[in-house]
């Protein structure tokens, strides 16, 4: 009787050890990119800068209330640009949306003609930055002071 009392013991300490192995053995499926908020104080020149900037194709949002616009961003998700910013905000550099394109030359003159300047990582304006990799980048900022990056991701 002891022994079976001990087994029993034993079997039922063991039970949650057991549950708990099984459960971090399984792999975790990881989260997916759905979509990335900017709060915005000029929706409509908001709208026309990304469109204009980036030629991202505009999709329908659900609220039909005048302070979204979203755009799609192919397998990475989706842009929402939410009106209702007090202000333009003064961001740092490191926090930032980074979009890559084919080549980053005719990017930079589509930037010329709307009279968006750009600069380089260390500030340098009109520059481009050529990373150790030979990737070619660039940062500049939206209406409202977020700061964007471009790169052409090529190699």
């Known amino acids: 009787m002891k022994l079976f009392t001990l087994i029993l013991v034993f079997t039922l300490a063991c039970h949650p050890f057991q549950d708990s192995i099984a459960q971090t053995s399984q792999k975790m499926t990881p989260a997916l990119l759905n979509h990335i908020a900017v709060y915005v104080t000029d929706l409509e020149k908001s709208t026309d800068f990304y469109k204009n900037t980036f030629g991202f194709n505009q999709i329908p949002e659900p609220f039909h209330d005048g302070k979204h616009t979203w755009f799609s961003l192919g397998a990475a998700g989706q842009l929402h640009l939410i009106k209702g910013a007090k202000g333009k905000g003064s961001f740092d550099k490191n926090e930032h949306l980074c ?3 084919a080549s980053i030359d005719p990017f930079i003159e589509r930037l010329k003609k709307q ?8 500030g340098m304006a009109q520059s481009v930055t050529l990373r150790v990799d030979g990737i070619k980048q660039i940062y500049f900022q939206d209406p409202d002071g977020h700061w964007l990056e471009v790169n052409d991701d090529q190699k």
């Not at 009279?115 to 260390?122: C, D, H, K, L, P």
């Open 99 to 101: 979009f890559s394109v």
């Open 115 to 122: 009279n968006i300047a750009y600069e380089n990582w260390a």
